[in-house]
């Protein structure tokens, strides 16, 4: 599991809470369940009516991405190409055919079932290159969902905030009452507030993160996988791909074949 979404979440509402009851104030002051319906069942409302039912039928799934997605380890990932690699320019790409049902990833066992069936490298590029356009338009639709919610909510604080002041208006026969009706409308307000920047545009934040990263382990899959298809060696493969690591990574892996050199 993804622990830094929920810490994250967790962390920041704890942190305003304590924050608030330090300063004398009592949590049930900041319950109000009429506010909380405005402010979510406005904004969810207003955010269903943004988007397609398909669309909003993938919130679900976008919510156990950000729990549970774990995306693969750049360096482990190298090394899988370029003994793929390794082993082609042994044995031929025949030898691919029979890796494939040992390859977890869609995307690369895509590429491996191109080069395998004989397919035009440039017609090889453009497929996955195309698949790759796709699946980042896919993640911008998820990632806007949770964008326009985050538009919506502070709007919805608001409406809700002018609903209890009109409220309080009617009721100015009761003075004593004035100063806790107040308070418990811009109620309506914090919720809308807080729940655009502590949850929902912080949801679309880490889906984009997410994305970004994917779609440079694909890039980084695609260029292995052209070079096998063209027969480079293995060594001039690592060396290729290795251009996507961060530096600290490209670092630690230049001291680990130093040290093999060494040996």
Not at 190 to 219: D, F, H, T
Request: charged share 20%.
């Amino acid at each position: 599991m993804e622990i830094t979404a929920i810490g994250g979440i967790l962390f920041a509402v704890i942190s305003l809470v304590t924050a608030f009851l330090m300063d004398g104030g009592h949590i049930m002051a900041l319950i109000k369940p009429t506010a909380a319906m405005i402010v979510f069942g406005g904004t969810i409302g207003a955010t269903i009516v943004s988007f397609s039912l398909s669309e909003i039928a993938t919130v679900p799934r976008l919510l156990m991405i950000i729990l549970f997605q774990k995306l693969p380890n750049e360096v482990a990932l190298i090394e899988q190409i370029v003994g793929l690699a390794d082993k082609v320019r042994r044995e031929g790409l025949l030898y691919l055919e029979n890796q494939l049902p040992q390859i977890d990833d869609s995307f690369m066992r895509k590429g491996i079932q191109l080069v395998v069936d004989g397919t035009d490298p440039e017609l090889v590029r453009q497929i996955l290159e195309t698949e790759i356009y796709s699946i980042q338009e896919r993640h911008h639709t998820g990632a806007s969902i949770f964008e326009a919610a985050g538009g919506y909510a502070p709007t919805m604080g608001i409406i809700g905030t002018v609903m209890g002041l009109v409220h309080v208006l009617g009721n100015l026969e009761s003075p004593e009452t004035l100063g806790p009706s107040i308070a418990l409308a811009f109620i309506a307000t914090l919720y809308g507030i807080g729940s655009a920047n502590i949850l929902w545009l912080p949801i679309a934040e880490k889906l984009k993160n997410l994305s970004k990263k994917e779609v440079m382990l694909q890039e980084l899959m695609l260029e292995g996988i052209i070079s096998i298809q063209a027969g480079y060696n293995p060594l001039l493969i690592r060396e290729r791909l290795s251009a996507f690591l961060k530096p600290k990574h490209r670092e630690k892996k230049a001291e680990s074949e130093d040290s093999e050199k060494d040996e």
